[in-house]
């Protein structure tokens, strides 16, 4: 047996993390995330995260998981569509800069311009010139990026060819998730090891001292969720900040009177629940 054939069986054998498990652990790190917001705003940093990967390893979940306890202004999410006419005569990333952060930003892309050496490669959706000018040039346009101010994170979630199929089926007979199924993502589940290479190439040639690769083991997406966003607070060496005591006051009743909606030049929402 190989060494990834056992850590794969190792992986199944784990123990079921349990709700109440994960729960606990989730909001001690929503609670970081929120000093971490703080921070991010008081000094002014500049961070972008990355989050690459098979489709359904769920990228999108761990996104969400960050987002939901924090300010949108701080914490932004780009997720870009397919590229306009317009934007396909662009230099290749210039559609991602224009959503680089300011000073006090976190940008979480979901997908970037890591598209070029996944599913434009194997779609051949561009030539092999572009192809390969994308893995010489990103190395030193991601240096740019980190000489500029920025903090560069990248992540790549990895997820088993059984566990994909499992979720891309269940996506299929649930009617909530059926969007989360394109065309393409049916094209990367008969393309498997054509995306596989392309992975192997991508992290070879794209992986550096100023901003190398980390993959996330997601066959578990409790587990991917929590590894992640632990893994990313200790990339950034923020600090809890002291903050004024929030004081509650006392309400005004000096102008009291009967305030209760009435609906004259509006409707009542049905109350069918």
Partial sequence: MSKKDTKTKNESKKKKLSTEKYEAEIYKLH???????????ETGQKVVVVFEGRDAAGKGGVIKRITERVSPRIFRVAALPSPSEREKTQMYGQRYMQHFPAAGEVVL????WYNRAGVERVMKFCTKEEYRRFLDHTPVFEQ??????????????????????RRFRARMEDPRKIWKLSPMDVQSFNRWYDYSRARD??????????????????NSKKRARLNCIS???????????????????????????????????????PEKF
């Fill in 31 to 41: 609670t970081e995330l929120v000093k971490l917001q703080y921070w991010v705003k």
């Fill in 144 to 165: 740019f990026m980190v000489s500029s101010g920025i903090q560069l994170i990248k992540y790549w979630f990895d997820v088993s060819m059984e566990e994909q199929e």
């Fill in 231 to 269: 893994h990313l607070l200790g990339q950034i060496p923020y600090k809890e900040l002291p903050r004024e005591e929030v004081v509650l006051g006392k309400r005004d009743f000096k102008e009291k009177y009967d305030d209760r909606v009435e609906a004259v030049h509006s409707k009542f929402v």
């Fill in 201 to 218: 190439d991508m992290l070879k040639a794209t992986s550096s001292k100023h901003a190398p690769w980390y993959v996330v083991r997601a």
């Fill in 109 to 112: 892309f979901d997908r970037s």
